[in-house]
Each structure stands twice: as C-alpha cells, then as structure tokens.
C-alpha cells in the first residue's frame, strides 16, 4: 500500500477520545503508532485545530493505515465530509487534506493530514503540541 492508504490523526480521531467517529476509523484502519508531524496545534473553543509550519515544532498523534485499499474513495470520503471538506458552493472548507510526513517511531512514513484551513488568530496556543498533555493540564471544575 502506498501513503495515500495511511491517515494521521492529532484530535477527536485519537483513540484516547473513542467518539463514533473513532469506531468509524478503527473499522477500516489498522493502527501503526504514535507519531510525530511537524506542524501546530491551537485550541479553537470546541476542538483542537492544526496549521503546518517551517518552524521545528511538532504535534503528536497517531498513524493508521488503510485495512483494504479497494475501499479508499469511499472512506475518504467519508473522512472528508465528518471534517468539513464538503462544502455548499460559495463556502470556504474548514479543513484540506494534504500529504505530511510522519516521525513514527524509527522511521518516516507519509500519510494524509487534515489542516485547519482557516486564521487560528486568537486562539490557545497548545504548546505540547498534544491534546492528551493539554487535556490534563486543564483547570479542574
């Protein structure tokens, strides 16, 4: 298989969140590992969000790889409307998918990314670059 079946994820798609859009994943994707991607993370108020930079800092998250690459449209697809790529005509998408490399483990793997396509003017900065880490350094209520 090549890296157009591979998908990393930094966000609701983690498997520490098992949301319905992870059940989702997990029935068509096997999971490789944690990875690294450089790029940053931001908080919007609801849901992390990510922009690819030049500088060297990285986001954490994991990598999965496509079980049967006969079904990769339709699952992209799939992938693609839940992120907000499907769009009515005149609408700015909330995300791309674009090609990233991936640190995973000893070795460098490309796979797909869902950017932010949007300013990330004004929000939190999360400067682990992971949810998880950030997640527990939030206040108590």
């Known amino acids: ?13 983690r498997s520490g969140f098992q949301n319905e859009a ?6 068509h994707f096997t999971f490789l590992g944690e990875g690294k ?15 690819p930079t030049d500088e060297t800092v990285y986001l954490t998250g994991e990598l999965y790889q496509l079980n049967h ?6 699952v992209f697809s799939q992938l693609d409307d839940y ?4 769009t009515m005509p005149g609408e700015q998408p909330a ?7 991936v640190n995973l483990q000893d070795r460098t793997l490309i796979s797909w990314i869902y ?21 527990k350094s939030l206040p108590k209520p």
């Open 83 to 86: 992120e907000g790529l499907n």
């Open 1 to 13: 298989m090549d890296s157009k079946h591979r998908l990393f994820v930094y966000g609701s798609l």
């Open 115 to 135: 950017w932010y396509n949007d300013s990330v003017e004004g929000m939190e900065p999360i400067a682990s670059g992971d949810l998880f880490e950030y997640i």
């Open 69 to 74: 690459p006969e079904d990769y449209s339709w």
């Open 37 to 51: 991607v450089r790029g940053k993370l931001y908080y919007n108020g609801s849901v992390p969000v990510a922009k």
């Open 22 to 27: 992870y059940k989702y994943l997990t029935a």
């Open 95 to 101: 995300y791309r998918r674009e090609p990233v490399r």
